[in-house]
């Protein structure tokens, strides 16, 4: 058990959040957004999910693996610094 690292999560939990929730919704406003698919986790680790529109749902599960492998890079690439 002595080789198991404990890799905490960075402190700032909100940093950026407000400013890309703005982002997207004055994009939705000038009707920019066709579909959207949201993941998100409060301070309390609640996890929460959703969708709208059923637009091109191929792209979005697409796109949805192409976010989770930029940020799987990232932790990864975060933890190799610790």
């Known amino acids: 058990m002595g080789n198991i ?3 905490p999560a960075p402190s700032g939990a909100g940093a950026n959040v407000i400013e890309r929730l703005e982002e997207a919704l004055a994009m939705a406003k000038q009707g920019h957004i066709a579909n959207v ?3 998100m986790v409060d301070t309390d680790d609640n996890v929460y999910h959703g969708w709208a529109n059923g637009n091109r749902p191929t792209l979005i599960i697409g796109e949805a693996y192409c976010a989770m492998q930029a940020l799987s890079e990232a932790v990864v690439q975060r933890r190799g610094q610790s």
């Open 37 to 39: 698919l949201m993941v």
């Open 5 to 7: 690292k404990s890799f």
